[in-house]
């Protein structure tokens, strides 16, 4: 696209001229020479078709003039009193001369950014993210309008080779900051390594040992959110605490209840990383946004004022777009704490529940190990105490007995008592033949928990002590009954009537024979 042209016309007297236009870019304005025809000599507009029009300098003869000219849409390049046989050759120049007026302007906007972000570098003492960051987007925008044309070749071309060498300086900064992160990085993820290992060990060994387990991995998670990592030590060390999550809760609780509660919180944490990175974005168009406007002021030329302008609009546009998804995050990640904190809440329910189901199963294995051993060791004491018991039944049937014969003289009462003896020591060796029978039951009933065991002891001996007691009594009011030759007897119980003769007493010591075999049986 050049930017002379030379054309024969005529001027406001119909004489010939020859016409020479020139555009001046910068100042976006248009040089109109004309020759009158003697001074358009063959030679002379030879040069000027030919040397003038490619860009070289030709000198001009005394005579020609000058006129100078605004570049205007509306308005056209030649003055009313100029006419010209090709006008479409004047119509064309006025359109592409205007869009390289456009273009050349963009093309100095985007020099003005460029030296503001070499200015930026040169003052830079380590690497900044936020400036490489923004040096790409704008390595982006004039690509854009490279691919669009909206920019010349020759312009493009220039502002990617210097676009590049500010790219270079910036690796070198990040170079050697990066050497000194993934060196923080190896000690930070040592340091992590470390305390994963000691949780596996401690996971691997279960019992009390995983007590404080899931705390501390808590913690570890905590401190991961904000620490400075690499992305590869950051990935592995996320993969170690999420898999000892899981074996943490496998250990504790079976298979499957690993992952139980931990989608809601690899959510959080996705949410957390996803709030952090669009409040950067938001905290650098913001400055990016202030910075413009600091610009506009400064700005001159309306196109450029325009391109700032529009920048600003679409800076804005973007802010309020990412603020919206901010506080939506934020509404998300609340509701996800609360749902997470319910789910904590029923896990801690259910590990304190397993905890006394344990607790109590261990009980329940030590009784019944103490009441096994216990029942070995004192398998003669186990026979007497049963033989106790059976004793103690004949016993409160003979105190029945005695107390309703209690009208019959003194000496019969201690028959009866005396062939009450004998059939509880008949029943004593018949308990003993079936102390084998005791013994098995007992172990049947080794299982029961302690508390039960010991209430059924209790009462057994409670039971064997009242007999005795309930026994003894009986006897001694019989002895002293006899003393006096009078029986004494309790209010509820009816003196019989006298016997008659040729009639028979009721024999006592029958009787509680009778019912000595009855409570043997």
């Known amino acids: ?106 093309h100095q906007v985007y020099q003005n950014e460029l030296a503001e972000f070499r200015e930026k570098i040169q003052q830079l003492s380590t690497y900044d993210n936020k400036v490489f960051d923004g040096l790409k987007a704008f390595w982006d925008k004039v690509q854009s309008q490279s691919r669009d044309r909206n920019l010349f070749r020759e312009h493009a071309d220039s502002l990617r080779d210097n676009i590049n060498v500010l790219f270079e300086d910036l690796k070198k900064l990040r170079s050697k900051v990066q050497e000194e992160f993934m060196s923080a990085s190896s000690t930070v993820a040592e340091d992590f390594n470390k305390a994963l290992e000691d949780i596996e060990e401690r996971i691997s060994a279960g019992g009390q040992r995983l007590n404080n387990v899931f705390d501390e991995l808590k913690q570890l998670q905590q401190r991961y959110r904000t620490a400075r990592l690499s992305n590869e030590h950051r990935n592995q060390i996320w993969d170690r605490i999420d898999g000892a999550f899981k074996k943490a809760k496998e250990r504790k609780f079976g298979a499957g209840a690993a992952d139980e509660g931990n989608a809601v919180e690899r959510r959080l944490a996705g949410l957390v990383d996803a709030l952090k990175r669009m409040e950067d974005s938001v905290r650098r168009d913001a400055e990016e946004l202030e910075f413009q406007h600091k610009k506009v002021s400064k700005t001159e030329g309306q196109l450029e004022a325009q391109i700032r302008m529009a920048k600003i609009k679409m800076i804005e546009e973007r802010l309020e777009s990412k603020r919206a998804k901010v506080e939506e995050i934020k509404r998300t990640m609340s509701e996800l704490e609360r749902r997470s904190s319910a789910a904590k809440n029923k896990e801690a329910k259910r590990a304190e529940k397993e905890n006394e189901r344990q607790k109590v199963a261990a009980a329940k294995d030590a009784v019944k190990a103490e009441i096994d051993a216990e029942i070995k060791s004192r398998k003669d004491d186990s026979l007497y105490d049963a033989a106790s018991t059976v004793i103690g039944d004949v016993l409160m049937d003979a105190l029945d007995t005695a107390r309703a014969v209690a009208s019959v003289t003194a000496d019969k009462v201690e028959e009866a008592v005396e062939a009450a003896q004998d059939k509880g020591a008949q029943m004593i060796e018949d308990a003993t033949e079936k102390g084998g029978s005791l013994l098995d039951k007992a172990r049947e009933l080794a299982g029961i928990v302690a508390e039960e065991a010991e209430k059924a002891f209790e009462s057994a001996v409670e039971n064997v002590e009242e007999a005795i007691s309930a026994a003894t009594e009986p006897a001694k009011e019989s002895k002293k009954g006899k003393k006096n030759d009078t029986v004494i007897v309790e209010d509820t119980v009816h003196r019989p009537a006298p016997v008659k003769e040729n009639e028979t007493a009721a024999d006592p010591a029958k009787d509680a024979g009778d019912k000595g075999t009855d409570a043997g049986n």
């Open 1 to 106: 696209m050049k930017n002379r042209i030379v054309i024969w016309g005529t001027n406001g007297a119909d004489e010939k001229v020859l016409i020479a236009l020139e555009l001046q870019t910068e100042a976006s304005k248009v040089m109109l020479y004309t020759f009158p025809e003697a001074l358009a000599t063959a030679e002379f507009s030879g040069k000027l078709m030919k040397d003038w029009r490619e860009g070289r300098e030709v000198e001009f003869p005394e005579g020609y003039t000058t006129i100078e000219r605004e570049l205007s849409v509306t308005e056209g390049l030649l003055p009313d009193d100029l006419k010209v046989d090709r006008t479409d050759v004047i119509q064309r120049a006025q359109t592409e001369w205007h869009f390289v007026v456009l273009s050349t302007k963009l």
